[in-house]
């Protein structure tokens, strides 16, 4: 039986061609048969995202799998699955979560819904493996975001990268398909 991936997108229209899409496309063809790679789309992706309706679709993703699983979030996808961890945390289900060019949102403003708890990781949590990527030519999200995290969360596997841009369209995949394979 084959492992599962469950993918957390992008902000923005994730149709054949856009957002995540084609990243989630070519890392289906780099894991081959041995995962199965779900991409739910989140609620109101195109019009008006929030995290909690993305946190909600999330936990009732989790909760409807079987087995192991890893999350794999991109940009935003990413700023949700490690929020989430740090708020609802992951149970053992949970073999690992890895990120691709995510975000780091500061407490000000609108962007406090997206930004971490003030105390995460809090001391008695346990969270699963944490693999990070971001390529220095990220157009959208600067790569220094890398590094916050980094700094944040220290056990995790960071992984900086060169010419994958922001939606992982170019560059071999081996990387990111070799960590989740080892996850």
């Excluded at 989790?62 to 996808?77: E, M, N, R, T, W």
């Excluded at 992984?159 to 080892?182: M, S």
């Amino acid at each position: 039986m084959p492992g599962t991936v469950l993918v957390v997108h992008s902000s923005g229209p994730q149709g054949p061609g856009e957002g995540s899409e084609p990243f989630v496309r070519r890392l289906r063809e780099g894991l081959g048969g041995e995962f199965e790679v779900l991409f739910p789309v989140m609620p109101g992706t195109e019009d008006d995202p929030h995290y909690g309706p993305w946190r909600d679709r999330l936990s009732a993703e989790l909760d409807a799998l079987d087995g192991k699983v890893i999350v794999f979030g991109h940009s935003v996808g990413g700023s949700v699955a490690l929020k989430y961890g740090g708020e609802v945390g992951f149970g053992e289900n949970v073999a690992g979560l890895v990120s691709a060019a995510t975000p780091y949102w500061g407490t000000s403003d609108w962007e406090e819904e997206w930004a971490l708890p003030e105390d995460w990781p809090a001391e008695d949590l346990q969270l699963p493996p944490i693999v990070l990527f971001h390529s220095r030519d990220d157009e959208e999200i600067p790569f220094a975001h890398l590094d916050r995290y980094a700094k944040r969360v220290p056990e995790a596997e960071v992984h900086p990268l060169d010419g994958y841009g922001h939606l992982y369209e170019r560059g071999d995949l081996t990387p990111i398909v070799d960590a989740i394979r080892a996850l």
